[in-house]
């Protein structure tokens, strides 16, 4: 089992940023990847960003690409995402996921309790 545990979440105006942070603990040996979702009410989970354990970047939604940026701390088991130039519409709960290599990072494994992003206009 993997335990994920997001902090960094707020209310932010619109323009501003904020630093979502995602600490992983339990069989980190296991992780292959790890993603940042999001969900905004009334629609469907979204992937947002998608990290290698190793800290390679696979993925930027195209609503995010070049305000968002994901990264990794190896010794801390810490996983980030800074979120720049926010806007209304990124307003959602945002959550960390994990993935092994046999599922990719499209198919998670394990969820983090999210955290909530209120971007205000």
């Known amino acids: 089992q993997v335990q994920l545990v997001e902090s960094g979440g707020g209310l932010v105006q619109a323009g501003g940023s904020l630093r979502l942070s995602c600490a992983a603990s339990?069989?980190?040996?296991?992780?292959?990847?790890m993603g940042w979702w999001r969900q905004a009410p009334g629609k469907a989970r979204e992937i947002v960003a998608a990290?290698?354990?190793?800290?390679?970047?696979?993925y930027y939604a195209d609503s995010v690409k070049g305000r968002f940026t994901a990264s990794r701390d190896s010794a801390k088991n810490m996983v980030y995402l800074q979120m720049n130039s926010l806007k209304p519409e990124d307003t959602a709960v945002y959550y960390c996921?994990?993935?092994?290599?046999?599922?990719?990072?499209?198919?998670?494994?394990?969820w983090g309790q999210g955290t909530q992003v209120t971007v205000s206009s």
């Open positions: 339990g069989r980190t040996f296991s992780i292959y990847d």
């Open positions: 996921a994990a993935s092994e290599e046999s599922t990719g990072w499209r198919s998670p494994r394990s």
């Open positions: 990290i290698s354990w190793s800290g390679f970047v696979r």
